[in-house]
């Protein structure tokens, strides 16, 4: 029986430094994996370090920018130097500015598109062919709710996560026969440091009524649906997107 067992094998986990990233590098660590801290942040990644190692568990640290071309090709390498690498968690994003579509300057538009959907392009190049060569692995990818559904003032974001749920399918058909799994997450809004910057109390009410539940998701409950996918109990589980959206979608 497959279980949720997750060790002898490395993980990649980018924009561990905080929020989602980091509360799923925590869990991964936890069940045993070896995992490579990927954040521009060299503090906040060092900080998760050594938070792992106080518990017992193995983390590395890669100070990197997923906008480069070649952070995927970094990141398995120190992957490997670890354990073969079974797991990869494409995760560091950003909101962006809130603006309508006309109103966006190129820059930002570029910078949301790079960051949020260009990263996964760069990471899954590299990490795709070094799962398949250990026999299989599993990327999770994450989307958001505005992967499936859009909003005004956030049309950079919104193209970019429904651009993840599509690559995530297309990466899924393309390996399914090699043993690697491509699946992504969907959360509702999540408590988490890309929240706090960008509401105040009104502002963070009118999210919450978003959510039938009556609260945002803590990082921790979208990490367990990613180490769900990432783990030997979801061996049948491919090319789909998972909410984790107290009851948005659902409305
Ligand atoms: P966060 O802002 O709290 O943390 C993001 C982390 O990524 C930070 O450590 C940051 O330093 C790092 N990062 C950002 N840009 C980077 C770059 N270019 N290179 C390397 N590292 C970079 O974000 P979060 O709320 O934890 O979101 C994580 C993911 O989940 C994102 O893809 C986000 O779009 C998605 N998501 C978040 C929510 C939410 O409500 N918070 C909802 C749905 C989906």
Do not use: C
Not at 211 to 228: C, D, I, K, W, Y
């Amino acid at each position: 029986m497959a279980t949720y067992d997750v060790a002898h094998r490395s993980a990649i986990v980018s924009g561990a430094g905080m929020g989602i990233g980091r509360a799923v590098a925590e869990l991964l660590a936890a069940n045993g994996a070896s995992v490579v801290l990927v954040d521009r942040d060299r503090a906040a990644a060092e900080a998760v370090r050594g938070e792992i190692r106080a518990q017992g568990g193995t983390a590395a640290v890669l100070v990197a920018d997923v906008t480069s071309s070649d952070w995927g090709t970094e990141a398995v390498r120190v992957a490997e130097e670890m354990a073969p690498l079974g797991i990869a968690i494409n995760n560091a994003g950003i909101s962006g500015p809130s603006a309508p579509l006309t109103q966006y300057t190129p820059e930002d538009w570029h910078r949301v598109i790079s960051i949020n959907l260009d990263s996964l392009y760069t990471g899954m190049r590299a990490q795709i062919p070094a799962m398949a060569a250990h026999g299989g692995g599993a990327v999770v990818n994450l989307a958001s709710i505005l992967g499936t559904v859009g909003q005004a003032g956030a049309s950079a974001y919104v193209t970019a996560k429904h651009g993840v749920v599509g690559m995530t399918k297309s990466a899924a058909l393309e390996n399914a026969a090699t043993g690697v799994r491509v699946n992504a997450v969907a959360p509702g809004y999540v408590h988490t440091p890309m929240i706090e910057k960008v509401t105040n109390a009104a502002s963070y009410a009118a999210l919450v009524s978003l959510h039938p539940m009556g609260r945002l998701a803590s990082a921790e409950e979208v990490a367990q649906m990613v180490v769900f996918l990432a783990s030997d109990a979801a061996g049948f589980v491919t090319g789909s997107t998972h909410l984790v959206d107290g009851g948005y979608s659902a409305r």
